[in-house]
């Protein structure tokens, strides 16, 4: 099983309301979700295989759709290796 880490930013566009109700129930989805993450300023960078990363991208998405938003934006950076990836390995040096 490969592991990937993502960083996954949201841009709603809601018909009504507040972009940052959206963006914690898309917080909400990734805590339930199991996956290590890390909220940021701008993004949330997640870690876990690929098929559970993409599927949780995908929650996002038909979430916010399905909640009030007429469109979004979502920007995603992900980074694949054939060796170990975890965020105690990328941050130990800091």
């Not at 880490?5 to 566009?13: C, D, G, S, V, W």
């Not at 929650?59 to 060796?83: F, M, P, W």
Request: hydrophobic share 40%.
């Amino acid at each position: 099983m490969r592991m990937i880490n993502a960083a996954i930013q949201l841009l709603p566009f809601p018909e009504n309301g507040s972009k940052i109700a959206l963006i914690d129930q898309a917080i909400e989805l990734i805590e339930k979700s199991g996956l290590n993450y890390q909220v940021c300023p701008f993004e949330t960078v997640v870690e876990g295989s690929t098929e559970a990363v993409y599927a949780l991208i995908q929650k996002i998405q038909e979430n916010c759709l399905n909640t009030g938003c007429k469109e979004l934006l979502l920007n995603v950076k992900i980074h694949a290796s054939r060796e170990s990836l975890n965020f105690k390995d990328k941050l130990e040096k800091y």
